[in-house]
Nanobody
Framework: QVQLVESGGDLVQPGGSLGLSCAAS????????MSWDPQAPGKERESVAT????????TYADSVKGRFTISRDNAKNTLYLQMNSLNPEDTAVYYC????????WGQGTQVTVSS
C-alpha cells in the first residue's frame, strides 16, 4: 500500500538549518508532483514547496522562498526539504504528499524552532 515516511525533524535554534526526508513506497513516485505540507499548531496544513515529477521545476510559498529548497531522487523514491534560516514561525509537523494531497498521509515529522 502507499506509504510516506517523513524523517529528520528536530529541535533547532532560530537561524539554524535542518534537512527533512520523505521515503515513498507503494506507488510510482516518479509519476507524481510532490509537495511538503507543514501543519503548525492550531492551523491548517498548507503547501510550502512543490516539485514536478522530474524535479525540473519547483515552487515555494512566499514565507519560505529563499530559505527552503525542495528536491527529489526518483531512483531512491525519496523527497527532500532543506530548510535554512529557520525561525519560530516554521515550527510545525511537516508532511510530504502528492500535490493536492492525493495520497495517504504519513505520520509527519516534528520541526520545532526555539531558543
Amino acid at each position: 500500500q502507499v506509504q510516506l515516511v517523513e524523517s529528520g525533524g528536530d529541535l533547532v535554534q532560530p537561524g539554524g538549518s535542518l534537512g527533512l526526508s520523505c521515503a515513498a513506497s507503494g506507488f510510482t513516485f516518479s509519476l507524481w508532483t510532490m509537495s511538503w505540507d507543514p501543519q503548525a499548531p492550531g492551523k491548517e496544513r498548507e503547501s510550502v514547496a512543490t516539485i514536478t515529477k522530474t524535479g525540473g521545476s519547483t515552487t515555494y510559498a512566499d514565507s519560505v522562498k529563499g530559505r527552503f529548497t525542495i528536491s527529489r531522487d526518483n531512483a531512491k523514491n525519496t523527497l527532500y526539504l532543506q530548510m535554512n534560516s529557520l525561525n519560530p514561525e516554521d515550527t510545525a509537523v511537516y508532511y510530504c504528499n502528492a500535490q493536492g494531497g492525493g495520497l495517504d498521509w504519513g505520520q509527519g515529522t516534528q520541526v520545532t524552532v526555539s531558543s
